[in-house]
T-cell receptor, first 115, second 110 residues
Framework: GAGVSQSPSNKVTEKGKDVELRCDPI?????LYWYRQSLGQGLEFLIY????????KSGLPSDRFSAERTGGSVSTLTIQRTQQEDSAVYLC?????????????FGPGTRLTVL | QKEVEQDPGPLSVPEGAIVSLNCTYS??????FMWYRQYSRKGPELLMY????GNKEDGRFTAQVDKSSKYISLFIRDSQPSDSATYLC??????????FGTGTRLKVLA
């Protein structure tokens, strides 16, 4: 079946502008994750959604970052007033139910460049 | 100190060599250990998954976990140019939170 999809694949924006990144998880997966991957930094956890539970936002680096998940499916990560340090690859993953050790399937990522 | 340490490389080996990739960790609560492969401009894909200690083999790939030393390894036998990628280790204790290493860039030369 279809894997995790993300759009856009690339986004170039000017400092101070807002951006929206979209993630379509695998159908039937109730858990959804956002990560940020910067050069030499590995994957940094941003936010986790599980079903109708309150999301775990503990990884969001500042209040300029927010995310929502509508209808338990599609998720949008929004970065307001972008800064150059926000430049990175933003990866979305989904898993069956978010239980310990549940396999996470990743999308191809959105490469964000802030000029 | 990071919870998970991984040498970033790059690691260059000739085709056919045995490759050893390693991660160390500090959190003794980790019990799920994963290796992901990430090709350039692609998302990570799960390569190996191990629960607790021991070895697991899948084709040319072997994953080893030594919980007493807090050390995990991925061995690739008969390496191929198509194995050239970044390899990320990941660990979890019992929740949804994976902790990832920074990744090791591997280049297999034809």
């Amino acid at each position: 079946g279809a894997g995790v999809s993300q759009s856009p694949s690339n986004k170039v924006t000017e400092k101070g502008k807002d951006v929206e990144l979209r993630c379509d998880p695998i159908s039937g997966h109730t858990a959804l994750y956002w990560y940020r991957q910067s050069l030499g930094q590995g994957l940094e956890f941003l936010i986790y959604f599980q079903g109708n539970s309150a999301p775990d936002k503990s990884g969001l680096p500042s209040d300029r970052f927010s995310a929502e998940r509508t209808g338990g499916s599609v998720s949008t990560l929004t970065i307001q007033r972008t800064q150059q340090e926000d430049s990175a690859v933003y990866l979305c993953a989904s898993s069956r139910d978010g239980q310990g050790g549940d396999e996470q399937f990743f999308g191809p990522g959105t490469r964000l460049t802030v000029l | 100190q990071k919870e998970v340490e991984q040498d970033p490389g790059p690691l260059s080996v000739p085709e056919g060599a045995i490759v050893s990739l390693n991660c160390t960790y500090s959190n003794s609560a980790f019990q799920y250990f994963m290796w992901y492969r990430q090709y350039s401009r692609k998302g990570p894909e799960l390569l190996m998954y191990t629960y607790s200690s021991g070895n697991k083999e899948d084709g040319r790939f072997t994953a080893q976990v030594d919980k007493s030393s807090k050390y995990i390894s991925l061995f690739i036998r008969d390496s191929q140019p198509s194995d050239s990628a970044t390899y990320l280790c990941a660990m979890a204790s019992g929740t949804y939170k994976y902790i990832f290493g920074t990744g090791t860039r591997l280049k297999v030369l034809a």
